[in-house]
């Protein structure tokens, strides 16, 4: 058998997690959003949720034109996702009510 040479492990970012809550707050799981790396672009996400141009939250869809709607550049997406992420509401409690009934981690 020939000896193939393997080349070096590559990384590259696909994912970022963007948050107003400090590493380690109960909630941060809960109240964090996450844009990732697409084949046609970013998308923004929080759950089975995806930010769109028109800044609604919808829930992911296939198709050429639901795709349209939701792909960002990475600092367009990076800039979303920081605008909405102090507005980020998991069963009507936000990033306010998590600092006060945890301030720390």
């Known amino acids: 058998m020939p000896h193939?040479?393997?080349p070096a492990a590559s990384v590259r970012p696909v994912a970022y997690a963007v948050t107003c809550l400090p590493d380690g707050?109960?909630?941060q799981a809960d109240l964090t959003?996450?844009?990732e790396q697409?084949?046609?672009?970013?998308i923004v996400l929080h759950g089975f949720r995806t930010l769109s141009r028109?800044?609604?939250w919808d829930l992911t869809e296939d198709g050429a034109a639901w795709?349209?709607?939701h792909r960002f550049e990475l600092d367009q997406a990076?800039?979303?996702?920081r605008a909405a992420a102090p507005h980020v509401l998991v069963n009507g409690r936000g990033v306010a009510q998590a600092l006060l009934i945890?301030?720390?981690?």
Request: avoid cysteine; proline fraction near 11%; aromatic fraction near 8%.
């Open 4 to 6: 193939t040479v393997i």
């Open 25 to 27: 707050h109960p909630w």
């Open 33 to 35: 959003l996450s844009v």
């Open 38 to 42: 697409r084949d046609s672009g970013w």
């Open 54 to 56: 028109d800044g609604a």
């Open 67 to 69: 795709t349209a709607g």
């Open 78 to 81: 990076l800039e979303l996702a």
């Open 102 to 105: 945890h301030p720390g981690p």
